[in-house]
Nanobody, 122 residues
């Protein structure tokens, strides 16, 4: 397993941008598919985006496609989520996760960070 720490959350106006980072410990980071999930109050955790071990494949939830971009730097053990054109409905706690398969289901990711709050005001 890896330990994950998210950063970069905050308060932003609708239409603005934020860049989330997730730093991983350990030397096996490059083995993992990395994902971003989010959870709004009273709602289930939902998939946002994921990227395979070498960055060759990325996939997104329909709700963020075209606005969010996931990337990774295996030399820095870090994965990023660039969020543009933010909407109030993007408000949630955003979690970074690591898994060994290409999936969009939380159950397939074995390591999780503690999350970072993103709040989008209208």
């Amino acid at each position: 397993q890896v330990q994950l720490v998210e950063s970069g959350g905050g308060l932003v106006q609708a239409g603005g941008s934020l860049r989330l980072s997730c730093a991983a410990s350990g030397r096996t980071f490059s083995r993992y598919t990395m994902g971003w999930f989010r959870q709004a109050p009273g709602k289930e955790r939902e998939f946002v985006a994921a990227i395979t071990w070498n960055g060759g494949i990325t996939y997104y939830a329909d709700s963020v496609k075209g606005r969010f971009s996931i990337s990774r730097d295996n030399t820095k053990n870090t994965v990023y989520l660039q969020m543009n054109s933010l909407k109030p409905e993007d408000t949630a706690v955003y979690y970074c996760a690591a898994g060994l398969t290409s999936s969009r289901y939380p159950r397939d990711f074995g390591s999780w960070g503690l999350g970072t709050q993103v709040t989008v005001s209208s």
